[in-house]
């Protein structure tokens, strides 16, 4: 198929502030974004990125263009764009192609697969560049590890690595990663067992996430890992977030709650005085674009003191 076709403890996972505000880049003005590197890859990133669910996984209509979300973002600054063929049945795909048939060297393209054999990842590739109107991915990912699975099939024959190692061969896709959120356990068996590049996990302030951040994250420096957070806000309903509802109503397992609650802001400031490269956040409207983008463009890293004060407050 030819072109298709450092950190010993837990406490010092949190980085020098001037450590991190070296590796960031970028203006703080209209249309330009502070960047970080995302790694390993050596590719600079917008430190925030815009989600592939949330707005971008519905249907257009006349009050709301999925497509227009995406032009905002990359005129806004934001050149780290996330899907998934598995977000609304494609839909976030077929979105962004509207968007990436125009401009796709101008931003960095990530998808993933939630497929675990060879062929079914390949034949969901071909089926996802379509949607998106591109021939490539910068980064291809396995999507959602859970705590159970046995990592170590994937490496087998007609095991779904395979596929990534020939995309990547192919440039079909830059860089190869991992994601999920059931499991810290799992997060380390799939990195100590694989060459990912990079990793997208969940780092938020609450004490459920606490194994990520203790366990997951000094072993993601250590290998230096691009690694980009989600759940930043909770996910889903964004129950972390001041004036939304406390409780995520559907009760997906793994959006997380907390008593009291914080402004958008401070969990963006908060997650980025991690040693994390960007936050992936999902967004259903401009309005909900401009806050988030105004506060990384902003904003300055939480100190090891504001970071633990939060923790605090949302146990």
């Given at each position: 198929m030819q072109r298709m076709a450092a950190m010993a403890v837990a406490g010092s996972a949190i980085m020098q502030m001037n450590d991190i505000e070296n590796n960031t880049t970028g203006e703080k003005k209209k249309?330009?974004?502070?960047?970080?590197?995302?790694g390993k890859t050596g590719?600079?990133?917008?430190?925030?990125?815009l989600g592939g669910v949330s707005g971008m996984g519905m249907k257009p209509t006349a009050e709301f263009n999925p497509p227009d979300l995406a032009n905002a973002a990359i005129d806004a600054g934001i050149t780290y764009l996330d899907t998934a063929p598995g977000y609304s049945n494609g839909q976030?795909?077929?979105?962004?192609?509207m968007v990436m048939a125009k401009r796709r060297n101008e931003v960095f393209l990530a998808s993933k697969t939630l497929k675990r054999t060879y062929d079914e990842a390949m034949r969901e590739v071909e089926e996802s560049l379509k949607r998106l109107q591109t021939d490539h991915y910068d980064l291809f990912q396995v999507h959602s590890v859970l705590e159970k699975e046995d990592v170590s099939l994937w490496g087998k024959s007609n095991g779904m690595m395979k596929a990534f190692y020939k995309?990547?061969?192919?440039?079909?896709?830059?860089?190869?990663?991992?994601?999920?959120?059931?499991?810290?356990?799992?997060?380390?068996?799939?990195?100590?067992?694989?060459?990912?590049?990079?990793?997208?996990?969940?780092?938020?302030?609450?004490?459920?996430?606490?194994?990520?951040?203790?366990?997951?994250l000094p072993n993601a420096v250590r290998k230096n890992m691009g690694i980009i957070a989600m759940k930043v806000m909770g996910g889903g309903g964004g129950a972390l977030v001041t004036g939304n509802p406390e409780k995520n109503v559907n009760g997906n397992w793994y959006w997380d709650e907390t008593p009291h609650q914080a402004q958008p802001s401070d969990l963006i400031r908060y997650v980025l005085g991690l040693p994390v490269t960007c936050v992936n956040i999902g967004m259903k409207s401009i309005k909900e674009l401009e806050i988030n983008v105004a506060a990384v463009r902003d904003m300055k890293p939480f100190t090891k003191e504001e970071q633990a004060q939060l923790e605090k407050l949302m146990a």
């Open positions: 249309g330009v974004l502070p960047k970080r590197v995302l590719v600079e990133v917008s430190m925030l990125v976030s795909e077929l979105n962004y192609g995309l990547r061969d192919e440039k079909v896709t830059r860089f190869i990663g991992v994601t999920g959120h059931e499991s810290a356990d799992a997060m380390n068996r799939a990195i100590d067992m694989y060459d990912f590049d990079t990793i997208l996990t969940t780092f938020n302030p609450v004490p459920r996430r606490l194994p990520w951040r203790e366990s997951v």
